[in-house]
């Protein structure tokens, strides 16, 4: 048995083909899952995900097996951690991909600051508005295939704090008190 490839992109189909017999041959591939007619010698393959095809090639009361594995290179998932969806300007968030098949990103922050291909960034948003967090997964080196994500982060105003506080000394030099107010 043989295939244009063995290798295959998520989604994609190959070209397989049984040889072999003189002429009243049967045909059976195994799985048939993923084929397109199970019973051809030249048929489409889709599978999934990886997998092992046995061809029986059968004439006459004879019977013969080839294998033929064909891999595929999964698709791409976009998924994300974040350190806080809620946090004000001027404050960092952190983010770092979480996706099982990724090679490279990008990151679109939604305020208009430059794009970040890194795998872990940190941003500060400098202006309070909702944003939306936008990234891309993408397998640049084989199939190119990509997945989206998008992730609402509200930035407050951040706001001025103001704290006060007393110092009382007591004849006693060794003993001092501290109070507190907001």
């Known amino acids: 048995a043989i295939a244009d490839t063995n290798v295959i992109c998520s ?7 049984a040889t072999g017999g003189m002429g009243n041959v049967l045909y059976s591939w195994i799985p048939a899952t993923g084929i397109a007619d199970p019973n051809a010698p030249v048929t489409l393959a889709s599978p999934s995900a990886g997998t092992n095809y046995m061809v029986v090639v059968s004439e006459a009361g004879c019977h013969d097996t080839a ?10 998932e976009a998924r994300f951690l974040h350190s806080l969806p809620e946090i ?7 983010f770092q991909e979480n996706g099982p098949n990724d090679l490279n990103w990008i990151w679109n922050f939604g305020d208009g600051s430059p794009l970040d291909t890194s795998y872990a960034p940190s941003h500060v948003y400098t202006t ?3 944003f939306t ?17 998008t992730f609402p ?4 105003q ?13 004849v006693d030099c060794m003993v001092s008190q501290v109070s507190t107010t907001n």
């Open 67 to 76: 294998m033929l594995p064909l891999n595929v290179i999964a698709r791409p």
């Open 11 to 17: 989604g994609d189909s190959v070209l397989v083909t």
């Open 88 to 94: 004000c300007e001027g404050e960092k968030v952190s």
């Open 128 to 130: 309070p508005g909702s």
């Open 133 to 149: 967090v936008t990234l891309i997964a993408f397998d640049s080196l084989s199939c190119n295939l990509a997945d989206t994500i």
């Open 158 to 170: 951040a706001q001025p704090l103001t704290a006060d506080f007393t110092m009382l000394q007591n």
């Open 153 to 156: 982060v509200t930035i407050g």
